[in-house]
């Protein structure tokens, strides 16, 4: 189990000096981390919701996030997102720190997330849903689109183009002119990973993405993150309850309990841990006679 | 049947002004999520820049309304950046109550600055010929009423579905939280939507000068609440709906003055408004208004 309690200034200039028991594939070894998190925690009033939240995540990593109902996981999203402001602790994105950045801006940063409950553009088409998120880096402004200029075609077909492609990776080319909130429930959770993927993240955060799906789904599923950590090169951090999903797909886990880490280490590390096995089951009592 | 024909196409084209303004509404509640009760006098301002520059300045009529159009969308940037932006993720009462006050605050400004006199509307150089169709005159101010909405609603149309920022506007119409995370620039696509709806209420206030020939500092509030009730009607929020709205409150006012007036007095407003009061109770969510979904 790491435990890193070296809290670095917010203003994240110190540079990065791995630990020598972090969490990081070996392939990622000496990379700088793609999320490097310091001592994070926010109070909603006098609650501690997330306290001491210290992580790192490699470039090409997928790690996981896991821990009880109300452990504060979908916090820590919040908090990576900046829709949440810490209260305390620091964040660095490919060593850039994101306070005071406004959501969007973070998220042009390069992280992207999914929602525990779909939050879809319902009345928007899926193809419009993956476009919007790729507003960031289709090069056409205000003036020319508003006067159609040719570059204002050009910028629409590639983003067309661009979508589709996104699209390919779950087979939805044939759904792009769907309304998104008339597609059935499991591609809506797909068309939410695709359009997260769409901003171009360095960083995708997943909430509860295999939450409603069926043992077959979960294994496809699970194909796929691994399919889109390669294609994209980009690092995956998901929250999820399927622990065949969690333990078949994840590097490194980190178990949140009451806002607290409570352990960090690989599948198997995270398998036999006693806190982690205590959080979820309880205390085992010795039995009386 | 001549009757009855004038008074349809003089209803579209008062429906049309209504139109004009019911977007600006709409687009704004959409967005907003709030009612901008200052909008009608966004129209009172629209009015006066054109008097301002035409009869006072001597502005080329083409300039003048131009910069009624530019002056108004500024302005509706202006009033979001100060008033309503504070308030944003306050309780709706309370921006509502901001709106109000903002619309107060325009006429008392326009009292001021031109006292409680009615002004003549210039005539802005804008001369379409009447067109005779045998059995009606089809007067030219109708005609550019008419047409000019149906361009500005074309391109509106156009501008919301095929642009980045339309679409930015609609991802922020319809979860403003999500639409941040995809890194949508939330403030400035709401300015964006105070900036056009602004913009259609000066084009308003043009349509508006041409048939109603004078203006004073009140001039923006009744058909600014015609026009929300034309909101409503279609089912505010919906672009659609305020188009079909402006049109339906607009033809059911000039057919009530041709045909109830005569008979029982004045009481086209009562029916306007006895129409919204119907709508709210047995259509709350208004003819083409998103269905509320319960989350549970």
Redesign the interface.
């Known amino acids: 189990m790491s435990n890193r309690n070296t809290i670095i200034s917010a203003n994240g200039t110190e540079m990065f000096s791995p630990p020598s028991n972090v969490l990081i594939p070996t392939r990622d070894e000496g990379k700088q981390p793609v999320l490097d998190v310091r001592g994070l925690g926010i109070d909603f009033g006098g609650l501690r919701a997330v306290d001491e939240f210290t992580i790192t995540v490699g470039p090409t990593e997928i790690a996981g996030l896991i821990g009880p109902n109300g452990a504060g996981k979908t916090t820590v999203f919040n908090l990576l997102t900046n829709v949440y402001k810490p209260t305390r602790g620091a964040i660095l994105l490919d060593g850039h720190p994101t306070a005071g950045k406004t959501v969007a801006q973070v998220n042009r940063m390069g992280i992207a997330r999914t929602f525990q409950n779909i939050r879809l553009f319902d009345q928007m088409t899926v193809l419009d849903n993956v476009r919007v998120g790729m507003g960031n880096n289709i090069h056409c402004n205000f003036a020319e689109s508003f006067l159609r200029l040719p570059r204002h075609f050009k910028a629409e077909k590639r983003s067309t183009e661009r979508a589709l492609e996104l699209l390919s990776i779950f087979n939805m080319e044939s759904e792009a002119y769907t309304l998104a909130g008339n597609l059935p429930y499991g591609a809506q959770r797909r068309l939410e990973i695709i359009r997260a993927l769409a901003t171009e993240p360095k960083v995708l955060l997943l909430d509860e993405p295999a939450a409603g799906m069926n043992p077959s789904e979960t294994v496809a599923l699970m194909e796929s993150i691994r399919s889109i950590r390669d294609t994209f090169g980009i690092a995956i951090m998901l929250i999820e309850h399927d622990m065949n999903l969690v333990m078949g797909v994840c590097e490194g886990i980190a178990v949140l309990n009451f806002g607290k880490l409570i352990a960090k280490g690989t599948p198997d590390q995270i398998k036999n841990n006693e806190a982690v096995i205590e959080a979820y089951l309880g205390r085992q009592e010795k039995k009386e006679a | 049947m001549t009757l009855l024909i004038e008074t349809l196409i003089q209803g579209i084209s008062l429906g049309s002004i209504y139109a004009l303004i019911a977007l600006g509404y709409t687009m704004v509640y959409g967005i907003a999520k709030m009612l901008n009760f200052a909008h009608g006098d966004v129209i009172m301002v629209g009015a006066y820049t054109i008097y301002t520059t035409i009869s006072l300045a001597h502005f080329p009529g083409w300039l003048g309304v131009l910069t009624s159009v530019v002056f108004c969308s500024v302005l509706g940037i202006v009033i979001e950046f100060l008033a309503y932006k504070p308030l944003r993720g306050a309780p709706s009462l309370n921006v509502l109550i901001t709106a109000i006050g903002i619309s107060y605050l325009l006429q008392n400004l326009a009292l001021l600055i031109f006292g409680g006199q009615q002004e003549d509307v210039p005539n802005t150089g804008i001369n379409v010929p009447s067109l005779d169709l045998g059995f009606v005159v089809v007067e030219g101010k109708v005609i550019f009423t008419i047409v000019l909405t149906v361009v500005l609603m074309i391109a509106l149309t156009l501008?919301i579905n095929?642009?980045?920022?339309g679409?930015?506007m609609?991802?922020v119409s319809?979860?403003k939280?999500?639409?941040?995370?995809?890194?949508?620039?939330?403030n400035r696509t709401i300015s964006l939507t105070f900036a056009i709806g602004s913009a259609l209420a000066a084009f308003a206030s043009l349509c508006y000068g041409m048939n109603y020939t004078y203006i004073k500092p009140t001039t923006g509030s009744m058909p600014g609440i015609k026009a929300f009730t034309a909101a409503v009607f279609g089912g505010i929020g919906s672009i659609p709906g305020a188009m079909l709205g402006g049109f339906g409150i607009g033809i059911l006012e000039k057919l009530s003055q041709a045909y109830i007036t005569p008979i029982f007095g004045e009481i086209t407003d009562v029916i306007v408004f006895g129409v919204l009061i119907i709508m709210l109770v047995v259509r709350p969510t208004g003819l083409l208004g998103?269905k509320i979904r319960e989350?549970v």
């Open positions: 501008f095929k642009t980045k920022m679409k930015a609609r991802a319809e979860d939280d999500a639409a941040r995370l995809m890194g949508i620039n939330v998103k989350k």
